[in-house]
């Protein structure tokens, strides 16, 4: 007796055949899915990460910009403080002052005559 039953090369029915590709197809739509979720998840990781990056960026600098202006305004009363203690001096002692300045304007005459 011959069979009129068609079969597949690995002994499956045609209607054993799909159900196995479409049992494959399945597999391979939720891999896919499961991987567009992970790079989703990964996106948005990211994401957050360079956002609190970006965050002690603004931070850091704005840490800096205070400290820096504070140090500024530190120097400022420090040296206008040192202009003041000067001229109380010179009014002290204008002729040391005076001694001083011609002292001074001496060294820097042979400083730069020796120069030419």
Known sequence: MANNKTTTTEGQSPNEHKKVQSSGESRKEAIADKARDAATTAQETVRGAVATAEQQVRDAADTVAERTSHMVEVGSE????????????????????????????VLLGLALRGRH
Do not use: H, Y
């Not at 040192?82 to 001694?99: G, K, S």
């Open 78 to 105: 420090r040296a206008s403080a040192m202009q003041t203690e000067f001229d109380d001096m010179v009014r002290r002692n204008p002729t040391a002052a005076v001694l001083g300045a011609v002292g001074v304007g």
